[in-house]
């Protein structure tokens, strides 16, 4: 009996290894096809089930006010000067805007309203400067956001009108200038926040919507001053925000 070629042995474990390969290969492919298909399968099924789906855009304008229950003293180490500031949010009214898209997905009566707007808002605050208690300084500090928001709303129709609630996430994209100048400071901020809406709106025509809604903060904002040696001086501020935009509808 003449030996078994190892040349011959050789391929054939090669042949054997590239097949199992191929076919893990394959694998890799078909499963999350498999998914994507599913998906897709209860998406299409899922359509039928909307009576509406619309896509909008909206724009309005927003009167937001600083909820701030005591004032915060903030102080500088001894190596820059002991310097002493107080802090205090105004709370009348500050104007701002916001505009974006939305789609509206209606399910059996019920509506579901993703949107991405951006919006404006600004605070004020008062900042004395009482390092020299015999003289104390005070000045009044503008902060302007920009922001990205995505509220989800969850609605119904009562009657002509329409109730909605939901979740809104807002994103920070600008860097407000300091509420101290004094360069031994600095100020962080909380990118990302967590928020609520709810509110009431109606539709004219089935084309044009308008909407009402108070805003508020799940959490206090933590803007934060921070000075050389690292310590954080939280503010306790929540912005609360009233709503009113028109959009239209296609």
Known sequence: MKPFNPEIRYNIISIVKRYFQFVDYINLIVKPMKKVFAILVVVLISIPAFSQIKFGLKAGVSTTSLSMPTIKTVTSPASSGSNTYTVDALTNAKYGFHFGAFVRLTFFGVYIQPELLFSTRSNEYTVKDVTNQASPVSYIAKQSFNKLDIPVMLGFKLGPLRLNAGPVGSLLINSPKAIITNPDFKNNYNRMTIGYQA???????????FDLRYEGSLKKYQNQIQNLTG???TLDDRPNAFLLSVGLMF
């Open 231 to 233: 310590t954080k001086f």
């Open 199 to 209: 509110g009431v709106g109606f539709d004219l025509f089935n084309f044009i919507t």
